[in-house]
């Protein structure tokens, strides 16, 4: 112990023995809570739970707060703090009651993404949702958060909705007036997505007035980005037939990485987040002439 508590403190001096230590990734920033070259006794012992609660969760990829809790000895609050710091700073993904190990070559699992960040996807998809009017057509995709756009649609009136998502079509089946066509194409049996060469036939068949997709990631040149090089096929297909395509993406995308680009920011007609972007990529979508949407959870 005397040797690991040794080395962590070597590790706090020094930048490269730090990020060696935290996967690559570095160390929580804790600088806001406790103030720059003032680290206390207190924030110490944070930053070896949390060094701890990375590692255990690059183990087992996953950790739930009561478990952490009895572990460390401390309140499920303090540990909901510790994973929504290291969520923030991009080093888990959390979910529903505890956090997973976000991949840069494969998604989390449906599930999980379901329920994170779920207060941040529903303030993002009543934003989008009011921008987009009655009369008029809409392509949703596949994903959560084109998922909660499809539940704060269920109240509007006369909309030609067409998705590949069988989520996204038994959401809006409720909708009296809205007609829903789905594309056909494979199922993706995780998500109840629809991919392939029939998904992409159908869209192209198609000329909507707005698009609504989503991403896996978001990088700090713009590019959209995800997991699935099958989906990524389809979302193309979708930008192309859409009047006025739009992202929404909630910010701990810009913390992911993924293999395969579908677009850029300045292919869409607007994004929908709920932070502001990094000031150059916000400054690039003014360039681009791509609309920047702010929610918060209580929009």
Known sequence: MQDCETSMQEATQDPLKQNRLTGGRGAPNLGHRFGDGQRTDGAMKIIFRQVEILDIARREGKVSVEALAHRFGVTVQTIRRDLTELDTAGQLDRVHGGAVVGSGTSNVAYDDRKSHRADEKAAIARLCAASIPNDCSV???????????????????????????????????????????????????????????????????????????????????????????????????????????????????????????????????????????PQTLQEACERWGTDVFVASPEA
Do not use: W
């Open 139 to 277: 392509f949703l995709n596949i994903g959560t958060s084109t998922e909660a756009v499809a539940r704060e649609l269920r109240h509007h009136k006369n909309l030609l909705v067409i998705t590949n998502n069988m989520n996204v079509a038994n959401t809006l089946a409720s909708n009296s007036d809205c007609e829903v066509v789905v594309t056909g194409g494979t199922v993706r049996r995780g998500d109840g997505g629809l991919i392939g060469t029939m998904t992409v036939k159908a869209i192209r068949s198609f000329k909507f007035d707005y698009a609504v997709i989503g991403c896996s990631a978001l990088d700090q040149d713009g590019d959209v980005l995800d997991y699935d090089i099958q989906e990524v096929g389809v979302s193309q297909a979708i930008i192309a037939q859409a009047r006025a395509p739009l992202l929404v993406a909630d910010n701990s995308k810009l913390h992911r990485s993924a293999p395969a680009r579908i677009c850029s920011l300045g292919d869409l007609n607007g994004v929908f987040t709920d932070a502001p972007l």
